[in-house]
């Protein structure tokens, strides 16, 4: 309302004013122009644009006023030595039409109330006012808050030296103690490996050994006709006895030769006999030995 009041007051002072329509400019049987036909699409362009560019109702308006100064159709209308608007729509048509595109224009609600300059100029002088009485009092803590920050920051870095120098020698102490345990390691990793060939020439020999074990069992096992050792052992015991019994004939031939010996030349014919009998016993002896 303020800018269509600015407006009016400029259009005043330049001498502009609008005059009252006259329909009897408009000839009966003159051919109707183009503007007719075109009326309502450029309307709706006019409509759309005031409303996406968040234009007034009355700079909308007021553009649609001035608008025929834009179209060739408009100048027909226009006295160009007094700059005055002549209308050249019916009044019927021109009602139809704005019947016809009225649900499309914007209104003005009680919630844009809020978009305009006076709220927000209201709104920057609030907040002005509450920092301007709030800034000492946020000042004050927040400076207080950087010192205390400082402070602690200072005593974290000395306790920090403090810790740096106590740990020093467990440091280098650990240090020692890590690369032996890197050194330790790579012994350990040393030794696995040659535990791991170990394992494999262990397994190698008790393959080997399995396979000779095998080889054992199946020979000994067809090996299991034992007789003819039981008849050879029997044959030695018999044959053992049978040389008993030959000493001991042996003996008796030889103490009866030993007294016929002793008793006198009469016997030795006797004894030749008894000699010749006595060596035949000991060859067969012997044979039995051998």
């Known amino acids: 309302m303020v800018l269509h009041g600015l407006c009016g007051k400029v259009l005043?002072?330049?001498?502009?004013?609008?005059?009252?329509?006259?329909?009897s400019v408009l000839d009966q049987g003159q051919p109707r122009t183009d503007f007719e036909n075109s009326m309502g699409d450029e309307l709706e362009e006019e409509v759309e644009d005031a409303v996406s560019d968040g234009e007034?109702?009355?700079?909308?308006?007021?553009?649609?006023?001035?608008?025929?100064?834009?179209?060739?159709?408009?100048?027909?209308?226009?006295?160009?030595?007094?700059q005055i608007v002549r209308s050249t729509v019916k009044p019927e048509d021109w009602r139809v039409e704005c019947?016809?595109?009225?649900?499309r224009l914007r209104k003005i609600g009680p919630g844009l109330v809020d978009r305009e300059w006076r709220?927000?100029?209201?709104?920057?002088?609030?907040?002005?006012?509450?920092?301007?009485?709030?800034?000492?009092?946020?000042?004050?803590?927040?400076?207080?808050?950087?010192?205390?920050?400082?402070?602690?920051?200072?005593?974290?870095?000395?306790?920090?030296?403090?810790?740096?120098?106590?740990?020093?020698?467990?440091?280098?102490?650990?240090?020692?103690?890590?690369?032996a345990h890197e050194e330790k390691t790579k012994e350990y990793n040393e030794l696995n490996d040659s535990i791991l060939n170990l394992q494999m020439e262990l397994k190698t020999i008790t393959d080997s050994l399995e396979q000779t074990r095998h080889e054992m069992e199946q020979r000994s096992s067809t090996v299991t006709d034992t007789q003819?050792?039981?008849?050879?052992?029997?044959?030695?015991?018999?044959?053992?006895?049978?040389?008993?019994?030959?000493?001991?004939?042996?003996?008796?031939?030889?103490?009866?030769?030993?007294?016929?010996h002793l008793r006198g030349p009469a016997d030795q014919?006797?004894?030749?006999?008894?000699?010749?009998?006595?060596?035949?016993?000991?060859?067969?002896?012997t044979l039995l030995r051998v």
């Open 12 to 23: 005043e002072k330049t001498g502009f004013r609008f005059l009252e329509p006259d329909f």
């Open 228 to 260: 003819p050792l039981v008849k050879l052992k029997d044959t030695i015991k018999r044959m053992k006895a049978e040389m008993r019994q030959m000493d001991l004939r042996i003996g008796i031939v030889s103490h009866t030769l030993l007294q016929t």
């Open 56 to 82: 007034d109702d009355a700079e909308y308006f007021g553009a649609a006023a001035a608008g025929p100064s834009r179209g060739e159709s408009f100048s027909n209308g226009l006295l160009e030595e007094k």
């Open 99 to 103: 019947e016809r595109v009225s649900h």
């Open 119 to 179: 709220s927000h100029l209201m709104q920057t002088q609030q907040y002005h006012d509450l920092f301007n009485s709030q800034f000492p009092t946020v000042k004050a803590q927040l400076t207080k808050l950087s010192a205390e920050l400082d402070k602690s920051l200072r005593e974290i870095v000395e306790k920090e030296e403090i810790i740096g120098r106590l740990f020093d020698n467990k440091a280098e102490s650990y240090r020692q103690m890590a690369a």
């Open 269 to 285: 014919e006797n004894s030749g006999i008894l000699v010749s009998a006595v060596a035949t016993v000991e060859g067969e002896c």
